[in-house]
């Protein structure tokens, strides 16, 4: 395993070479997967990322360099493009960053049982018998059974004195079936991931929860595609955590805004939402992951972007907030050590309000109630705030209630447009991640998390696939 005092031997050797500040990343990342598909394993795979990254700051000048190799004659070299990088960027424009306190802190996630000393028998058992059983269903023509684990440990210091251990645990299983009836294929996938260990695993019947896919790819190839219009619609909690992320997070991204490429830009104090619209970005809440410090050592809190409908900030990095003239919000993140930072969402979601879930159907003679289990993503623009995503099977309100089921929805809109629609917030807050897959954003992808509660919005276009 990397250490600290390693790291701290590299941030001295890089301050002797006269920059102004420094940023060293140490990484050791193990990432075990399973895929059984359709009864055959197709592959079982256990990669591992070690590293040290390397930011310098010279005379306003930035350069990133990294090494996978730990030996110092390798760091050595690396530190020296770090520093020669800075030196000619700063002859091409200078950038100033943002100071913050010295944080000295370590964040270990506790487990049981460790997912990558469980024997690999038992791993691949498990995943084998869930597939098989699926293949076993009436109506399954195909199925893809998989299992993720992970654990990531990172140390980030920084020149100012920050000295940061953040280390995660994580584990999932995920589902997907294809169900035929007729000319019909319906295609239906869910997946569960918890930070801890591999008892998360062991005290969950994935039999039960492989089944429910199935049983709903079945039944979704039965039914027909919602007619196309607008709609009153309930959202669940996926839903919002989709719609959030890809069309509001991604605006609220401190370069985009910088950039001009957010519809967002410009607008703090503004009304961008319903009052009942409360949104934010945490670095670390239950069911989310946990993303205590960013990749620059900067502690990530709560940051409110919308308080009751009111743009308040941005997300920012140390040289975004001092663009923007924001303090920074401790989300410069970075896939691994062969990257330098991006400003990258933790975990973003909407506040609960007071109504119950069943609250929110009442009044609605005709609408739809939008579901997240099986939504495939889509498409958004964050410079004008445009989206439009593939949703899952979900079903038509009639008289107050939800009724017959409804495959191939497709919602578009704007998003600012939809979230001043909203005339109801539920109780009932869930958030989710996933160690199967992420955020992508710059050629990087890195682990998030969202969602909200259940919304009512009065104004979603809906299409059929």
């Avoid at 007619?227 to 955590?241: I, K, Q």
């Avoid at 703090?268 to 409360?278: C, F, P, R, W, Y």
């Avoid at 933790?346 to 009044?363: M, S």
């Avoid at 704007?414 to 710059?442: H, R, Y």
Wanted: one cysteine or more.
């Amino acid at each position: 395993m990397v250490e600290t005092d390693f790291a701290q031997w590299v941030l001295e050797k890089v301050l002797e070479k006269g920059v102004e500040q420094a940023v060293v990343r140490l990484q050791e990342r193990v990432y075990e997967s399973i895929t059984y598909d359709t009864g055959v394993l197709r592959s079982y795979s256990v990669s591992r990322v070690v590293g040290l990254g390397i930011r310098a700051i010279t005379k306003g000048g930035t350069g990133y360099a990294y090494t996978s190799s730990l030996d110092r004659n390798s760091v050595v070299r690396a530190i020296d493009r770090a520093v020669t990088l800075s030196k000619v960027a700063s002859e091409f424009g200078k950038k100033s960053i943002a100071s913050v306190s010295p944080v000295r802190d370590r964040f270990r996630v506790e487990f049981k049982v460790d997912p990558h000393q469980v024997d690999p028998k038992i791993k691949v058992d498990l995943v084998k018998e869930v597939n098989t059983n699926s293949m076993k269903r009436e109506s399954i023509v195909s199925a893809i059974t998989r299992l993720g684990l992970e654990r990531d440990r990172r140390i980030i210091l920084a020149s100012e004195g920050t000295e940061i251990e953040v280390d995660v645990v994580g584990v999932g299983f995920a589902h997907m079936a294809v169900a035929k009836y007729g000319a019909v294929i319906e295609r239906v996938s869910d997946r569960e991931s918890f930070i801890g260990g591999y008892e998360y695993i062991e005290k969950r019947d994935w039999g039960v929860f492989a089944e429910e896919v199935d049983k709903l790819a079945v039944k979704a190839s039965q039914a027909k595609t919602p007619p196309p219009g607008t709609y009153v619609a309930v959202v669940d909690n996926e839903v919002v955590g989709l719609l959030l992320h890809e069309a509001f997070g991604h605006a609220s991204e401190g370069d985009g805004v910088v950039a001009g490429a957010s519809i967002l830009k410009g607008r703090i104090g503004e009304k961008v939402a319903s009052e009942l619209v409360t949104i934010v970005d945490a670095g670390v809440i239950e069911g989310g992951y946990p993303v205590p410090y960013d990749d620059e050592g900067v502690p990530k809190g709560k940051t409110v972007i919308v308080d009751r409908g009111v743009l308040k900030g941005y997300l920012t990095s140390r040289d975004t907030s001092k663009e923007l003239d924001l303090e920074p919000t401790g989300n410069a993140r970075a896939q691994d050590i062969s990257f330098d930072t991006l400003v990258r969402q933790t975990n973003y979601y909407a506040e609960p309000r007071d109504r119950k879930v069943d609250e929110l159907f009442e009044g609605i003679t005709y609408g739809i109630y939008l579901k997240g289990r099986g939504a495939m993503g889509g498409q958004v623009n964050p410079s004008v705030g445009t989206y439009t995503f593939s949703i899952g099977p979900s079903y038509i309100i009639r008289n107050g209630e939800p009724s017959e089921l409804v495959r191939g929805v497709v919602v578009s809109g704007n998003i600012l447009e939809t979230l001043k629609e909203v005339d109801a917030v539920a109780n009932d807050l869930k958030i989710t991640t996933s160690v199967f897959g992420g955020c992508g954003k710059g050629g990087q992808m890195v682990r998030v998390g969202d969602g909200g509660p259940h919304i009512r919005t009065r104004k979603i276009v809906v299409g059929g696939g």
